[in-house]
């Protein structure tokens, strides 16, 4: 006997190629399913007051009961209310029952190859039965089924329940069926997801019967983690609400056997998110006839795809070739439009870049002779923030950039008006995925004033902005997620935009008659295909969401949020191996370009610092899918990061761990003055410990020889003090170098393992003098030590 669990398409092979006269079908999880995570989830909905766990402890123990006192161990929904009597009278009770029947009606439904294959079983001329394992009785599970299909009643000859019988399919209700329905138990075919119930019993008895194989286990995989994501970004989750699952279909029938890291992508992630807000935009444009859609490229790509796919009679859309760099460049219409531009620039700053300077002159316009002027000017004054702000604000400077800005608006709004033909009166809703709508900020006022028209913003997500109400909407925002939970979401959300962009060329200017003009893309030439075919899975999937007939209610704004939430703090080993080859840039019109995923980094920054430094400062802009790295490190760091975005958590390297290790450091002043402490390396990643050493003397030297025998060192680098425990400070250190600025005695080395140390063996650090205060940090591995761990992490106590 071997159990060959299948999808439902080889069910259906199977069945045809069968000598049945009964198509028999599991009912839950076969035939109905649910639009919830699993079915606990129902019974938080059932009453307020009335624990979820109360009505699943209530059923154990009914089941309980009716095993001791009658030896049958199924039970009705009946007796299993009954057990909640010191809650709920008698009249409550069936109200209960009618509430839960209610709620599985609401977050039910039919499974679409299961139905088919009834359909196919009637036009063969065949009896049709279902058998489930189930508290409802058959009155009951019928008026389920009916109320998803009023062709069910003739599709569906009978329904045995294990309730009526008092027993299960494991134990007597396949023989009682067969002995009821008197047919040879070979022409019976039956189709069910429980292994034992549905197959094992069932094969045993003769009968001819298929193991339904929901999902694969990569699909199980990822709807274990959307629940843990969902607990994380809504803690109602499966207290108060259940957690929404609205594509478990979809993967059913599309994702099998082998899957990619492109599929899983886009049908656990990109399809649903872009399914959802799709509908969600059609919503907004309906609540305002007449409105027009213009979709901003490059990362409104995949929305205007999405909403083409679902609604291709809409008409009144297109694609809008505006980056942030033309938005920016195209709105300074005063003096004081520069002045704000100016002090968000230059905001915390005391030295400005290069590269800031260049990025700066590239948005306000400057000619290049001037460019040069002030850039040498810049460099005499050690690149000073406040003269940089004067010199762009000098009058000449600022006609200057008002005149080519209200030049490069023209050309702007030329496009506009060949995408979308606008008119004065016409209300133009921008859509993109958000965050705080740059394009929308800077031209709205502008282009209502030109063109006589209303500007809205319709995102994705939207972060709170002073009388955001007023002007946008999204599909999460301010009133319906809090800001930790839009941070949350927004904070990694870089591989999301990657997998939503056009990838076509960065718009930075116009021609006279509004044709954009760009630069070329600088994603990984070898990905751009693998993006596609993402894009092209993800269509796929919102197709067959569609025709699936989906439901578009709030909770499916909820998934969203989820399944986004999951990608991008818990993906899957595939997911994480796919976005390492891809770079990204920052569309601002510099050639800036950083890595996607970068796991070899990642893992060497855990080495450094632990689990520590994921709650960072939340500006550290240096990596931008942490998140994606860290799962790969493992779950509990991916865990931690999640948690502290969500929560606002934060923690010290020294209260993250209690793990500890004594090194003794001698401070040398000189040939007559020094001195022996004792100093705590703390355990960060790997089994690696990081040591923070003040250099309050010209000399020092690590008397490691004292506690470890072996040891492994991973870097040893000088960091400002200043930037000590701070985002900056990984940018900032700077790496010290074996034999020149330090020296290890007596011992033997091999590459970075030093080995055989003595009692006396010492690192010794000699470092060239620093002009402002510096800490030596040094990272290792203890390999084997000369003394009891535990006997050491007391005393580090």
Not at 333 to 346: A, C, G, M, P, V
Not at 419 to 448: H, I
Not at 514 to 529: A, D, I, K, R, Y
Not at 569 to 596: C, R, S, W
């Amino acid at each position: 006997m071997k159990n060959t669990s299948v999808s439902f398409d080889d069910i259906e092979q199977q069945f045809l190629k069968s000598d049945a006269k009964v198509l028999s079908l599991d009912c839950f999880d076969t035939l109905f399913w649910r639009y919830v995570s699993r079915p606990f989830d129902i019974f938080t909905r059932l009453q307020p007051g009335l624990c979820p766990t109360a009505r699943a402890k209530a059923e154990m123990l009914a089941r309980s009961k009716k095993r001791l006192t009658t030896g049958m161990e199924e039970v009705s929904i009946e007796e299993i209310y009954s057990e909640l009597s010191g809650h709920l009278d008698t009249g409550e009770q069936q109200k209960v029952i009618e509430r839960e029947l209610a709620l599985e009606i609401e977050h039910g439904f039919l499974f679409p190859p299961a139905l088919a294959l009834l359909r196919k079983a009637k036009a063969r001329g065949l009896r049709t039965i279902i058998v489930s394992d189930t508290y409802f009785n058959a009155e009951q599970l019928h008026r389920l089924l009916r109320s998803h299909s009023d062709e069910l009643p003739t599709l569906i000859d009978h329904i045995y329940c294990s309730s009526e019988f008092g027993h299960g399919k494991c134990t007597q209700l396949w023989p009682a069926i067969l002995g009821q329905e008197q047919i040879e138990p070979r022409h019976i075919f039956h189709a069910g997801d429980n292994s034992e119930a549905d197959f094992t019993r069932p094969i045993a008895l003769g009968i001819h019967a298929v193991h339904f194989k929901q999902n694969e286990a990569a699909i199980v995989s990822i709807q274990a983690q959307r629940q843990v994501a969902a607990s994380i970004l809504f803690p109602s989750s499966h207290t108060t609400a259940p957690v929404p699952s609205f594509f478990h279909a979809c993967h059913s029938i599309a994702l099998r056997n082998e899957i990619s890291g492109e599929k899983l992508t886009a049908w656990t992630m990109l399809g649903p998110v872009m399914y959802a807000f799709a509908h969600f935009i059609k919503q907004q444009r309906d609540s305002l006839p007449g409105v027009k859609l213009g979709f901003l490229m490059r990362d409104g790509y995949m929305p205007h795809a999405a909403y083409q796919a679902l609604f291709p009679q809409d008409t009144d859309a297109a694609a809008l070739k505006i980056s942030r760099f033309t938005a920016i460049c195209s709105a300074f219409h005063d003096r004081q439009s520069i002045i704000n531009y100016l002090s968000e620039k230059l905001q915390g700053i005391t030295r400005v870049t290069p590269a800031g300077f260049a990025l700066m002159a590239r948005h306000l316009m400057l000619s290049q002779a001037r460019s040069q002027k002030i850039e040498a000017r810049l460099k005499k004054r050690n690149y000073s923030p406040e003269y940089l702000g004067k010199a762009l604000l000098a009058n000449d400077v600022v006609q200057e950039t008002l005149a080519r800005s209200a030049a490069f608006r023209g050309r702007l709004i030329a496009h506009l008006h060949n995408a979308l033909q606008l008119r004065a009166g016409d209300t133009l809703m921008l859509v993109d995925l958000g965050y705080s709508g740059t394009a929308q900020n800077l031209l709205a006022p502008l282009l209502e004033k030109a063109l006589g028209i209303t500007v809205r913003g319709c995102y994705l997500i939207a972060a709170w902005m002073p009388g955001w109400h007023k002007n946008r909407t999204a599909m999460m925002n301010p009133d319906n997620a809090d800001f930790r939970l839009i941070r949350t979401l927004t904070r990694f959300i870089t591989s999301f935009e990657m997998l939503c962009s056009s990838h076509d060329f960065s718009v930075v200017d116009y021609s006279e008659e509004g044709v954009p003009l760009g630069e070329n893309t600088s994603l990984s030439q070898p990905f751009l295909p693998k993006i596609r075919q993402i894009q092209q899975e993800a269509l796929t999937c919102i197709r067959m969401a569609a025709g699936l007939g989906i439901p578009t209610t709030p909770a499916l704004w909820d998934a969203a949020a989820i399944d986004l939430a999951r990608y991008i703090y818990l993906p899957q080993a595939e997911e994480t191996h796919l976005l390492a080859g891809l770079n990204f840039d920052i569309n601002l019109g510099t050639d800036l370009v950083k890595k996607m995923v970068d796991v070899t980094e990642a893992v060497d920054y855990m080495r450094r610092y632990g689990a520590s430094r994921l709650t960072m400062d939340e500006n550290d802009e240096s990596r931008t899918n942490h998140a994606s790295e860290l799962r790969s490190c493992g779950m509990e760091y991916a865990l931690s990061l999640f948690a502290s975005a969500r929560y606002a958590l934060s923690w010290s390297m020294g209260n993250g761990t209690q793990r500890q290790q004594a090194l003794d450091v001698m401070f040398v002043q000189d040939s007559q003055n020094a001195r022996c402490e004792t100093l705590h390396a703390t355990s960060t990643f790997d089994g690696y410990y990081s040591l923070y050493i003040p250099l309050v003397t010209p000399e020092l030297a690590i008397l490691a020889g004292k506690t470890l025998r072996d040891m492994e060192i991973h870097s040893a680098s000088l960091v400002p003090q200043k930037a000590l425990y701070k985002d900056r400070e990984s940018r900032q250190s700077q790496p010290l170098v074996l034999n020149e600025d330090y020296f290890i005695d007596g011992a033997t080395r091999s590459n970075n393992l030093v080995l055989n140390m003595q009692d006396d063996s010492f690192l010794y650090f000699r470092p060239q003098q620093c002009p402002e205060p510096m800490v030596l940090h040094l990272v290792y591995r203890p390999l084997n030590e000369k003394s009891p761990a535990y006997l050491r992490e007391q005393q580090a106590i």
